[in-house]
């Protein structure tokens, strides 16, 4: 929210330095996140002075161009050239000297240098409006008055406004400081902690009367709780034209920009009280009457951005006899908004039900600045002196008669809230003893009344408007704000208590697991729980047990996602279209479903490979990423964690075209496998995807009934012998591996697979497995004799189950 610094010495007459306001603002909870300049012209016609044309005759070597002599003060006499056809002889005239920096139409710097047009020198630059930014026109340069003298300083002669614009990082909490009122009513709190004691200027609406009722509107509210409040009044005779350059001022530093006189004087009030606005032209009003009502689902509506936009059926809507003039909160319709043809308007202040607004402003894609106050909840009992205001400042701009009485539909006043706050709390809370009477004018300086007072505490009554104090804990905080933080005293000593945590906490795992995925080359990943609910369509999955999201941001995070697969593949997509194919990414999150009247929440980690496992380099091949490399990863981290008694079973679903599913007795630990390319391709993504999702809550639940043995390392040395073995095709490495431990249980400690070769010089439907076997005695040495013995007995075993042959 940007704050003009001129604007709110209107209401406060302060002659502080911005940076001294700011950091009160901040330390008032209005955090000042910047401030910056503002000139009514940018750059403050610095450079730009009054030149006398003393010469100007026809450019030798062009036809459109004219050679002038310029005097520009003292016994400066500059050759420019110009090439605006209305330059004469004698004429005063603005000219940019060699080194001014001048803006064009879209802000961009730009420097006047010494250089030669067509052959001919030229020493600066004669200047028309839009040139300088002091209005539009570029027929011709600007012809200043006679009586002025060669050199005078430009800045000397146009009135240019200068300003400092405060950017306030406004919390959601603080509705009462949306306007330029708001803040200065918080900023004279302020100074009063600091025996500062400045009036509160507000604007009068003492001159508001009607002129005559000759345009009436008959109004309705059909819903009251969509509409708390209502109210209107009819203006005639009025003449739509440019805003006066003070107003215009006021908009273009808080970054507004200026149409009419009507308009801008509607979103003056609006920054001015925070209250919203909105004049319709009265002619385009069929039947005289002003319906606010909910109309038909699927209705079209255009809005004034051009938009034709489809309203829901809980859309309030401000309509006519005939049809929706407005979404009531949002935006305005294009058919009655205010022209430079209009002559009467009908001007509306409201107040509109917070959490319907915010819906609907949501499902439209709208933020305006008026949905931005109606969402957080502005002042219903000042919609009425704003409408007066707004009605006085347009018959001051416009000119026009108030044409009819105010239109109040108010049938449920609102009531200020009580809160009874004891001395005790406030004590305990802040850890400080604040004495009663600097409470008592603290709360006066906030608008909170002080209705009783007891030795215990205080009865409070606390304005509408502020609407985040509900509780004595929240008035509270608004006396420590004040008061000041950096006026707490804070002991020297601190003491915290240590909870005990035990070695097997979720988030001690997770570091474990973690950092040994980012020692693999990993990167950890964390993306949004909110996801786009067409995704499970591609797992085929429509069983209602998605979680959707009753008020979403968007279309595209509209429910709460079932699988974490999808979020990674976005980043995989991301990252890909950017030269990034190489991956490695893993993720702990949670996912939610719906399983009848129940909400479910399961905790994940997953894990995503795709290209190479490492960049391009002289020192390593390159070698692709593929399904055994991410099973190894998998199961390093089960291992890790202490994690191993499980078996793998093959799987194929709409996720993985090959997969495999890591199965205790009880649980699914994991799933990993080659994601799906009908998935895939969704995404836009060519490579192949390898993915894995381990249930995180079951690998915890298993890690905390691991108990580990310490096993002394054996002094005596390991014995490796390989086989290479002729198998028909369907022989696995599993059964390879199984019958191995079978067969020796005590000496074998370990079976590889280190080569596999299929095709030419073997039998057909025959493959060759190259295997290598560990063992060790670790209370002697083996002899050649029990190593040989084994090998015979594994060797039997082989080409007696498996039908296998030593190659």
């Not at 002669?157 to 200068?162: A, G, L, Q, V």
């Not at 609006?270 to 005289?288: C, S, T, V, W």
């Not at 304005?463 to 020297?492: A, H, K, M, T, W």
């Not at 895939?680 to 894995?692: C, P």
Request: hydrophobic fraction near 35%.
């Amino acid at each position: 929210m940007n704050i003009s610094y001129n604007w709110l010495k209107q209401f406060l007459q302060i002659n502080w330095e911005s940076h001294k306001t700011a950091e009160l603002l901040t330390d008032l909870g209005l955090e000042v996140e910047g401030v910056t300049a503002f000139e009514s012209v940018k750059g403050g016609l610095e450079g730009i002075v009054v030149g006398h044309v003393l010469e100007c005759e026809k450019h030798p070597n062009a036809d459109k161009l004219q050679l002038t002599k310029v005097d520009v003060g003292g016994d400066t006499i500059l050759q420019i050239v110009c090439g605006a056809p209305n330059v004469a002889k004698g004429q005063k005239v603005p000219v940019a000297t060699i080194g001014t920096t001048l803006y064009d139409a879209e802000g961009e710097p730009w420097t006047i240098k010494k250089g030669k047009i067509r052959g001919e020198e030229s020493q600066g630059m004669i200047c028309a409006e839009d040139e300088l930014g002091l209005g539009e026109s570029h027929d011709g340069i600007m012809v200043l008055d006679d009586s002025l003298k060669p050199g005078t300083p430009c800045s000397d002669i146009f009135s240019i406004e200068k300003d400092e614009v405060f950017e306030i990082g406004l919390t959601p909490n603080r509705a009462d400081a949306m306007s330029h009122y708001g803040v200065a009513r918080d900023l004279k709190a302020g100074l009063l902690q600091k025996e500062i004691q400045i009036p509160l200027n507000t604007p009068s609406v003492s001159n508001f009367h009607i002129d005559n009722r000759s345009l009436k509107f008959e109004v309705e509210v059909e819903d009251a709780q969509l509409a708390p409040r209502y109210c209107g009044v009819s203006m005639s005779n009025l003449i739509v034209q440019p805003s006066p350059d003070w107003l215009q001022n006021r908009l273009r530093a808080i970054g507004v920009k200026p149409i009419n006189n009507v308009v801008d004087a509607t979103n003056y009030v609006l920054h001015e009280l925070g209250q919203p606005l909105h004049a319709f032209d009265a002619d385009r009003i069929h039947g005289k009457k002003i319906r606010v009502r909910t109309v038909k689902e699927g209705t079209k509506f255009v809005t004034l951005d051009g938009e034709e936009r489809t309203l829901h059926g809980e859309d309030l809507m401000i309509c006519d006899a005939e049809k929706p003039m407005c979404i009531a909160g949002v935006f305005g319709g294009i058919n009655t908004g205010v022209t430079e043809n209009t002559r009467s308007i009908f001007l509306e202040s409201a107040y509109f039900n917070p959490v319907a607004v915010r819906k609907t402003a949501k499902r439209h894609g709208l933020n305006t600045d008026a949905s931005f106050r109606f969402e957080r909840g502005i002042d219903i009992n000042n919609v009425e002196y704003c409408l007066m205001r707004a009605a006085l400042l347009i018959r001051e701009l416009a000119g026009g008669e108030i044409s009819s009485e105010i239109v109040d539909l108010y049938p449920k006043k609102k009531e200020d809230r009580q809160v009874f706050l004891t001395f005790e709390k406030i004590n305990n809370l802040i850890g400080q003893e604040i004495p009663k009477d600097t409470i008592k004018s603290i709360l006066a300086s906030l608008d909170i009344q002080v209705k009783s007072v007891t030795e215990s505490g205080l009865g409070l009554l606390i304005p509408f408007y502020r609407i985040d104090v509900e509780r004595e804990v929240d008035v509270i905080e608004e006396i420590l704000r004040v008061y000041g933080y950096n006026n707490i005293q804070f002991d020297s000593k601190l003491n915290a208590s240590v909870a005990p945590s035990g070695k097997f906490e979720d988030y001690r795992l997770q570091n474990i697991a973690g950092d040994l995925l980012a020692s693999k080359g990993f990167f950890e990943t964390l993306s949004n729980s909110l996801t786009n609910p067409k995704y499970q369509e591609l797992l085929q999955e429509d069983d209602g047990r998605t979680v959707a999201i009753l008020n979403p941001l968007s279309t595209e995070l509209s429910a709460l996602r079932r699988s974490m697969l999808f979020s990674g593949l976005e980043s995989i997509s991301h990252n890909i279209n950017r030269q990034k194919p190489n991956l490695k990414l893993f993720e702990f999150g949670a996912t939610y479903q719906k399983d009848g009247s129940e909400y479910n929440e399961q905790q994940h980690l997953c894990l995503w490979v795709t290209g190479n496992r490492s960049e391009d380099s002289w020192i390593s091949e390159k070698k692709k990423s593929d399904f055994f490399f991410l099973k190894a990863v998998v199961e390093h981290v089960l291992q890790r964690l202490g994690v191993n008694d499980y078996k793998a079973v093959p799987v194929e679903d709409e996720i993985f075209s090959e997969g495999l599913s890591l199965d205790t007795r009880k649980a699914t630990i994991a799933r990993l496998g080659l994601v799906s390319k009908n998935i895939t391709k969704a995404f836009d993504i060519k490579n192949e995807v390898f993915y894995a999702d381990l249930n995180w809550e079951a690998v915890i639940k298993l890690a905390s009934k691991n108990k580990v043995v310490y096993q002394e390392v054996s002094k005596y040395p390991e014995v490796k012998r390989d086989f290479a073995l002729l198998l028909n095709d369907e022989v696995s490495f599993k059964q390879v591996y199984e019958l191995a431990y079978n067969t020796e249980k005590k000496l074998l400690k370990q079976v590889n697979l280190f080569d596999v070769y299929t095709g030419k010089n073997l039998p057909e439907g025959k493959k060759s497995y190259a295997v290598s076997f560990t063992l060790q005695d670790e209370k002697k040495t083996l002899t050649d004799k029990q190593i040989d013995k084994i090998m015979q007995k594994l060797q039997s075993r082989f080409e007696t189950e498996l039908g296998a042959e030593l190659r």
